[in-house]
């Protein structure tokens, strides 16, 4: 093996090629030995190799076993004499067959000598050159083994710097640490003499042969770093060989699994031997000296990380790849070979204090000024996911407390250290309440110095020691912050407090309220931790005075408009620091004043110009304006207290010439228009004319000039310029109207990177940590494409507006909301696809989280509304899943979202977002039904399937009360087989499954969930269960001729449901507990409700249908009649009084009752809805409901008390019939009745008598062969006797009551139209003076009636025929004063008139009393004792009624506006106490016997009437008190 098998030929030249080419058995043969083997070949022979020679003898030679073993004998003498140990140990055999293995020729029959032959072979010459040089084998050995290993890491071609071995390196180094083993075994290895030998030549070394030396168990890499004295040497060498392999590893190459295991075992070795709690004694070192050099290489390692991150490299180069493979080191599957976990926390431990502590050289003003830079967004991906892996194993109470103890005792970086709470909130949902407030009474001491802490780098804050405990729970670390600093006026607490809250602010609403939120709880209260002494507020003020010079603009508007809660003592502070703050900010030219009237507060970036921030306001200020019809508060707010900005930049963006689009906007996609500010010459402006019918924008200009709240001058230039401004040609609008999106593209392709990047973390188990990373990158990604401030969360209260008829948004919103909504469906699916709902993680809730925000809410909702409610039926499967399980999500986080003010065609009302989706899901149509009834499905399914059976009672909340009812209705309506008793599935299925297949079949997945027990257990809870009352809702917006169902299924679908699902079942449960009657009282009550609803009039234009244009009740209205007349022809009840009326009376007096009893136009016009309603659904039931239904053996008269009452308090119109065994005993008996009860309603008869009798007669025919009822004959007469009276011929006798023929002579001369009636009036001569008096009564509401009505005045004036029935009345000298004295009390003639007259026209008596005023009779007046009581109590109630408004509504009404009309109600008023005050000394004696009573009423309405009868009434008392003195 060391020596020459065949020498070269004479005169022959090898080259160095063929030398080393030559097997090293040949190439270290003597020249001696060479010559002797050449001289037997000859000199013409070839040449040979060594092993061929010896296969020759071997083949020739026959020996026996003797001569075997001399040959082997010899062989090996002469081998071990021409050694070269070099290059023996890295002699690496061929494969078999090309050459003759050296195990077969020296130990040929040996059982397995051929694997330990070589070493074998090796250790014996080693022992043999040992014992010749005089040193020890193992020594020797180790120096040749380490000589091996040399050669062959600079054996490579490939030049310095690297650490990976080549595949013929790997192979050489194979076969030599077999031998290295084999000695080892032999004990002829010492390992610390091959480290020393291997440090001697440690730049030659490469890492991956000391990794194998370790893996192959020869030397460990502990002992091997052990073994060097320089500990420095060793960690510099370290730490550059660990980066080169974290450039290979990343490097695309065929051996990177081999890096990744050669950097997992360092790794695992440093951190166990650095990071372990008990040193290891074995070592032959001191172990702390180990412990050292792996925490020193650690530590060198991150932070040549950390300085690359911080000198911005590049993505794909060497250093970046570096980079991320170092930190992907930190990854917790990396130290599973690590028995305890305590080292690896106590190394993740140390790492994050490296982190927080790398240079400090920023200063907390820095850190102020600063902050906002800081965002997770906005910190390099490198670092945030280092902070991710390094939170894996550590819980959020022991990170805070960390953080907490690092801030305590060192130095820290103050930009790592607000990423770090940055990444914090958004990575670990458990840490989100990191700034949750807790407000305490707190003593304050006197404060510390902010400046110098401000302007000098911190050593540390020692202020963040708690004193309860060691490691705070992350939802109190702020609050005990803010605690500690005010109990101790630590000025380090309070920075601390400040910038960490700040910080969590800027993360957006999925993670934090803002700062003004915030701000506003910790101090904006008196229980603030200001709030407890002087010293506090000092202390408080002056740390915000100090942060002024370095304070954001936002902040500081922040702190003005919603500052602390100061006692009005102590005001100074407050005004103090809001003069500095004001200062502050005009010197970075920024206005309190300029700020938008919406603008966002809670955004940390750059203020808006306040250009751009008007032309938001002015959309903003339109949108209220639109749903509240009134000027918005804040717009007349500003117009007075913010008067620069209103003037200078509101108006202006709000009075812009008008671009209105000639074509017609599609529905629901509308925008609004665009201008340019007034001032800019016409000939520039992008618009034209105004538009002919005035839209919102104008209207709120209309309504600001008619408040005086635009200037003149200004408004004048607006109409000017909307006057010119068609000039502008509509090409150059065209292409400017091209160019101004553009400058949003690019952000609009980084969200749409970052939302594709979303999906493949959504459907990859392995990359569920990155989701919140990568929600907090779409979530400035969003801010980026929408113009977002920093933190646009605060919604401060403010509803949002939505219009369901026409919603709109602006159209680059719409590309955004499309794009997110899009994503979020498309997600879903692809999650769907892998997992079910509960095991796809939170990345869904956290994704609707990003999209709650103030600015972007309105236009999310609104294009709901648009895709859901105008454009349903269009939709795909996949997209109603997706905005179900959106809906669910909104849900989730109803209590951070602000109610919805939806418009037309609904009321406008605050609703709950989750409840928005009733009214966007009607269930009129079949196709609307469909829809409704797949997004229920979905819905409902997805909100049983995410959340846990633990966690019921938080899908219950997610899920709107509304939807559950409606997927009961149709499920209901729709399938037959859902009425039978429920037959439970298989609880194993599951409800999602169907809505994941490829083709959806909505109707088995619909009957899938209806028989899962999970949803009989949800229905169960309360407001859950379809009722009765439900049902009737949802059944009456059903649009017959579009319906799904045929006529006749849709009355066999209502007949199961009235009669055998929701009358026998409990009230308990939403039924009727049997009682029909209660089914005819509910039904009423929620057809009249849905007949008054806007939505009864949305589903056609023509409103003269039954019932109010309600064209989906028609059929339920039937079913009314049905279950009417069922009550009609049942049995009365055993065992119970015959019931008295109807039970409809009572509802509907219950009903008018709850409204409102003011006069004002609107409580009467809501008053005369009601009633209409009532009269239409009376005359569409059997007639026995007005009068009831007596039995045919009784002859009593019908019970009419309810009807009567009904018909007293609210109604006037005559439909009274009665069903009995004798018809005209029982309409005498109930007509009678009237005549005392309810004589309003003979006087409705005589007023219509011209349309009523011919359907009476005709009615009466019907019923009967006899003649009209004697009454109904009395009425007649009544009517005959007024026309008669007109006629020429003299007038019969009155045939009846004076009253009932006095009303049909006032309906008859009202009917007449004549100039004059003084001639009628004589032929009443003889007819009795009652009959006068109750004429004039008529005439007298007549007169009122004209007042409430003008239209009813004829061709007579109203007040011409009560002065002409008054004069006769005077003339015969009948007393007509009583009139004015009615009251209930009265047995005849007070209670039959005041029931002839609505309550609203007796309390308008006083004006009719003295509207005759002039043409009173005064001496015959002043005769009468009843005068001066009269005429003082109408002269005190019509100032009453003047005081309250009521004159002047009614002469409004009598005069088309007028106020100045003649006889206006100042001059009625006027005229009535001049009269009083000169009737009152004229008066007699007997009409001051009441005169108390006057007194005492006129107390606080007419001092002077009250002095005039004190004065009169002590003339009556002491007469001689006023005569002339008798002096003689």
Known sequence: MGARACPRPMGRKRGPESERRRPWLVRDMSASQALGAASDLGQGGCRRAWVELLAGRVKRQKLGPEGEQKVRESAVRLLRSHLNLGDLVLEVEGPPGKQLCLSRLIDYDGPGAHIDLSSSLIGSALRDQAAQLGVPAAVLCSQVVASGLVRVCEADAVPPPKVLLTPDQRKKLSSLFEIAQNLLAQSMFSRLSFCQELWKVQNSLLLEAVWRLHVQSIVSLQELLESHADSQAVVAWLSRDLRLLCEQTEAPCKHADVARAMLADFVQMLVSRGFQKNADVRGTVDPEWMSQVAVAVLERMLASALEALAAGIQEGSAAHKAVSCWFGVFSGHMYGSIISTESPKRFFCHTLTQILTHKPVLKVSDAVQMQREWSFARTPPLLSGLYRRLFVILSPEELVGHLQEVLETQEVNWQHVLSCVSTLVICLPDAQQLVNVRIEALPAYPAGALWTALCCRPA???????????????????????????????????????????????????????????????????????????????????????????????????????????????????????????????????????????????????????????????????????????????????????????????????????????????????????????????????????????????????????????????????????????????????????????????????????????????????????????????????????????????????????????????????????????????????????????????????????????????????????????????????????????????????????????????????????????????????????????????????????????SRDISYSCLSPGL??????????????????????????????????????????????????????????????????????????????????????????????????????????????????????????????????????????????????????????????????DLEQGPAPLGHAAPRGHFLFGVFCRRLQALARGWDVASRLQRQQELLMCKRILLGLPPSVLVGSPRLEQLAAPDCDD?????????????????????????????????????????????????LEPELHRRWRRCSQSPLPAELRRLQEARHFARSVLSPLAAPPTPGPAWLCAAALHFVIRRAGKES??????????????????????????????????????????????????????????????????????????RTLLRLAPDHQVRLLPLAFYSLLSYFDEDALLQEDAFLHVAVNMYLKLVGLFVAGETGAVWTLAHGGDLQAQGDPVSLITNARLFLLQSIPRCPKRSFSDVAELLGASADCDPEVRAALLSRQQAVLDPDLYQAPRLF
């Open 1203 to 1251: 009807f009567f009452h009904l018909v007293n308090s609210e109604l006037g119109l005559l439909n009274a019939c009665s069903r009995s065994r004798d018809p005209s005993l029982a309409a005498d008996l109930t007509l009678t009745a009237c005549q005392t009860q309810c004589p309003l309603l003979l006087t409705s008869a005589l007023l219509w008598w011209p349309h």
């Open 460 to 950: 540390r804050v020692p202020a963040a020691r708690l004193r309860v405990g060691r490691h705070p729970g992350p939802e109190d670390w702020v609050s005990r912050l803010l605690t500690h600093a005010f109990e101790s006026c630590d000025l380090d607490s309070m920075v601390l407090a400040f910038l960490v809250a700040r910080q969590a602010a800027l993360e957006g609403p999925a993670a934090f309220p803002s700062y003004a939120a915030w701000f506003q709880a910790a101090f904006g209260s008196a229980r603030g931790f200001h709030g407890s002494s002087k010293k506090a507020l000092v202390f408080l003020f002056k740390f915000l005075s100090d942060l002024v010079p370095f304070e954001a603009p936002r902040y500081l508007q922040v702190h003005i408009l919603h500052p602390p809660l100061v006692p009005s003592k102590y005001r100074t502070l407050l005004t103090d620091y809001v003069a500095l703050a004001r200062t502050r900010l005009a010197d970075l030219k920024v206005s309190v004043e300029n700020m938008g009237l919406y603008e966002d507060l809670s955004s940390a970036g750059d203020v808006t110009e306040p250009r751009c921030q008007a032309a938001q306001d002015v959309e903003k200020a339109i949108m209220v304006f639109e749903h509240t019809g009134k000027i918005p508060a804040a717009v007349l707010e500003a117009s007075i207290f913010r008067r620069s900005y209103y003037l200078s930049h509101f108006l202006p963006a709000l009075l812009t010439p008008r671009v209105v689009s000639t074509r017609r906007r599609e529905r629901g996609a509308g925008s609004a228009e665009r201008g340019v500010p007034v001032g800019v010459s016409p000939k520039s402006c992008l618009s034209s004319q105004l538009p002919r019918v005035p839209d919102s924008r104008a209207a709120l200009i209309e309504s600001l000039r008619r408040a005086d709240k635009i200037p003149p001058s200004l408004y004048s230039t607006y109409r000017q310029a909307c006057s010119t401004v068609g000039e502008k040609k509509p090409e150059d609008a065209a292409s400017q109207r091209e160019v101004e999106p553009s400058c949003k593209e690019e952000p609009l392709g980084l969200l749409t990177t970052a939302l594709r990047e979303l999906r493949a973390s959504v459907t990859d188990p392995t990359q569920r940590d990155a989701l919140l990373a990568q929600m907090a990158v779409i979530s400035e990604q969003l801010r980026s494409a929408l113009g977002l401030g920093e933190d646009d969360s605060d919604f401060e209260g403010a509803p949002v507006q939505l219009s369901v008829r026409a919603p709109k948004l602006q159209p680059w919103e719409q590309r955004v909301v499309d794009l997110l909504l899009t994503s979020f469906c498309q997600n879903l699916m692809a999650a769907s696809s892998v997992a079910p709902p509960d095991r796809q993680g939170p990345w869904a809730a956290h994704f609707v989280r990003t999209l709650c925000r103030r600015r972007l809410l309105p236009a999310l909702l609104s294009r709901l509304c648009q895709l859901l409610h105008h454009q349903g039926p269009s939709l795909s499967a996949s997209h109603v899943v997706g905005l179900a399980a959106l809906a669910v999500h909104l849900g989730e986080s109803r209590s951070a979202l602000p109610e919805v003010h939806v418009g037309p065609p609904t009321p406008a009302r605050g609703l709950p977002v989750p409840e928005l989706f009733d009214i966007l899901l009607p269930c009129r149509t079949q196709e609307s039904s469909a829809l409704c009834l797949k997004f229920c499905t979905a819905a409902i399914s997805y909100s049983l399937c995410k959340f846990s059976p633990q």
């Open 1317 to 1390: 009636i003084r001639w009628e009036l004589g032929q009443l001569d003889g007819q009795g003076e009652e009959l006068l008096v109750f004429l004039f009564f008529f005439s007298l509401m007549g007169l009122l009636s004209s007042h409430l009505t003008p239209q009813a005045a004829g061709s007579l004036k109203p007040l011409d025929v009560c002065a002409e029935v008054l004069g006769c009345l005077q003339r015969k000298r009948v007393s007509w004063l009583p009139l004015f004295q009615l009251t209930e009390t009265d047995a005849g003639l007070g």
């Open 964 to 1125: 559950i009812k409606k997927f009961q209705f149709m499920v209901f309506r729709w399938f037959s087989e859902a009425r039978d008793p429920p037959s439970w599935e298989d609880p194993a299925s599951s409800p999602w499954r169907p809505l994941c297949l490829p083709s959806v079949d909505w109707q088995r997945a619909a009957l899938c969930l209806w028989k899962q027990r999970t949803l009989r257990e949800l229905l169960k809870q309360e407001g859950l269960h379809l009722t009765y009352r439900d049902w009737l809702q949802l059944e009456l917006e059903i649009q017959p001729e579009v319906d799904s169902l045929s006529d006749t299924e849709r009355q066999d679908f209502h007949q199961w449901a009235i009669h055998q699902h929701f009358l026998p079942a409990p009230s308990a449960t939403g039924g009727c507990d049997g009682d029909l009657e209660v089914a005819c009282a509910t039904l009423v009550d929620v057809l009249m409700d849905f007949c008054q609803s806007s939505r009864s009039y949305d589903h056609s234009e023509n409103s003269d249908l039954v019932l109010g244009g309600c064209t989906g009740n028609r059929d339920i209205f039937s079913r009314l009649q049905e279950m009417a007349a």
